[in-house]
């Protein structure tokens, strides 16, 4: 089968990626206090059971099921799938892990960030023009007024400042996180450079702008 023919992978199917980018949350603070937001939710609606679409490395997955609920966690990417399955080995949770979504899902809880987030890697992508949409917000709730569909949306804004110990190390993931060789990294350090504020140190404000909407069954 030729090249063009062949589906593209994800650099989230690489398992050395997978490990830089959940370092990486962890380090942004991501997901904060977004995660006591789904947790309140869940429980006001008295659900039991939660599809984490995009479970990435567990970052939701497994406090849920830690707090009690049964998860299926939805993954495609093979890197990201096998950090969360060897995290969870020595863990007793009701948590199973699904490469492809599920047929069915009821009574749905979507969190998507909205225009307003601005991050570090919002900035470097903007250079190379391959700027992540952040309007899914707008379709989806688009979507159910147009079905009469229920549902309620609620916000959420997490401010992080971060400090970035590694200037190369940070230009390297994001060389793999767009899709291009390390070649790339001296044309990332410069952007880096510029935007991060530096007292002796680097910094940058990160602004995670999420929405919680709730679609009642």
């Keep these: 089968m030729s090249d063009s023919n062949q589906e593209k992978k994800s650099p989230f199917d690489d398992y050395s990626f997978a490990v830089m980018y959940e370092q990486r949350n962890v380090q942004f603070g991501y997901p904060g206090k977004l995660l006591d937001y789904v947790i309140e939710y869940l429980k006001r ?45 020595s863990l007793s949770l009701n948590l199973t892990i699904y490469p492809h979504p599920l047929e069915t899902i009821s009574g749905v809880l979507i969190a998507v960030r909205t225009e307003k987030t601005h991050t570090l890697s919002d900035v470097v992508r903007s250079y190379f023009k391959k700027e992540r949409s952040k309007h899914h917000i707008q379709h989806i709730i688009a979507y159910l007024e147009q079905h009469s569909i229920p549902h309620e949306t609620n ?40 935007h991060l504020h530096k007292n002796g140190t680097y910094w940058f404000e990160n602004i995670h702008d999420d929405a919680i909407i709730i679609i009642h069954p």
């Design 155 to 194: 916000f959420i804004r997490q401010v992080h400042k971060v400090k970035i110990h590694d200037l190369q190390k940070e230009a390297l993931f994001h060389c793999h996180a767009m899709g291009f060789d390390e070649s790339k990294v001296t044309t990332i350090l410069p952007i880096l450079e510029k």
């Design 45 to 89: 609606y008295a659900v039991t059971s939660v599809a984490d679409v995009g479970a990435g490395t567990g970052a939701f997955s497994i406090p849920l099921a830690t707090a009690g609920f049964t998860v299926y966690a939805i993954e495609p990417a093979t890197g990201m799938r096998s950090i969360l399955s060897d995290k969870i080995k």
